[in-house]
Structures are given as C-alpha cells and as structure tokens.
C-alpha cells in the first residue's frame, strides 16, 4: 500500500466529524483492508438497552470506506447486507474488520466482521462498493 494513501486516509478519519461523534478510531489499514475500533456507550443504545444497529452499522461502514479507498481512488457503497447477531454487553470495545474478497475495474466486495473484546462476533456484512477513476479528493499533490 502507498505510504501517501494510508497516512492521508488516516489524517482525513481522524478530521471527520462523524468519526469523532461515535469515537471511531482507525487502527490498521492495508490495501483492501481495515481495522476500526469503537467504545460501546449508553448513548448508543435502542430502546431495549442493546446496541443500535446504527451505532453498529456506523462501525461497519467507517471500516468498509476506509478499506475499499485504500487503493488510492475514490470508491463509494452501493450495497451493504448486515447481520445482527448479537449486542455486546455494555462499555464493550468493539472491532469491525474489512476485507476485501475481490476487487474488479469498477466494482469490489469486502467481508465486514464486527467483534467484541471477548472475540463475540456481534454483526457481520457483505458490501459492495463502486470503484470511480478519480483519486482521493484529499491527497496532497506530488511535489
């Protein structure tokens, strides 16, 4: 993976809003993979008391776009199929991994798996992304 790509990828999660507001945390990104971490909070919770799936899919994604934009060009969802398999119990550390499974001129797919601290599996996904021709809107220009 280019060096430029991953710490700009890095740069850009660490500045994005979103990211901040679930306290997503980028830990390892390697080309068509990613590793993201998040705190299970109380303010995360449905009505029930377990996770919400937004929360969990919030996961799912920041993983699925860090991974599928790691190849340098932009790459945008068109589908993502989650299942939820389990909540994790309260102020759990959550891990959502993003692999890519195959990756083709316009199109990719990547396995997502979100786990718990005691390696629980809590959802898992198969997403599909479309790969533009463009690259990423925030690399630096080559000097």
């Not at 990211?19 to 998040?38: H, N, P, Q, T, W």
């Not at 599928?68 to 102020?91: E, K």
Request: with cysteine.
């Amino acid at each position: 993976m280019d060096d430029k790509v991953r710490e700009a990828i890095f740069r850009q999660v660490e500045r994005e809003p979103f990211a901040e507001k679930f306290g997503l945390r980028l830990i390892d990104l390697e080309s068509g993979y990613s590793k993201v971490e998040m705190d299970f909070t109380p303010d995360m919770e449905n009505i029930f008391g377990m996770a919400h799936g937004g929360a969990l899919f919030a996961l799912m994604d920041e993983a699925f776009e860090t991974a599928s934009n790691s190849h340098g060009t932009m790459a945008v969802a068109l589908n993502m199929n989650i299942s939820y398999l389990s909540s994790p119990s309260a102020g759990a550390r959550l891990t959502a991994e993003a692999k890519e499974l195959n990756r083709t001129h316009k199109t990719a797919v990547y396995d997502i798996r979100v786990v718990d601290d005691r390696n629980q599996l809590i959802a898992s996904c198969q997403a599909l992304v479309y790969r533009k021709e463009k690259p990423l809107p925030f690399l630096e220009p080559a000097k």
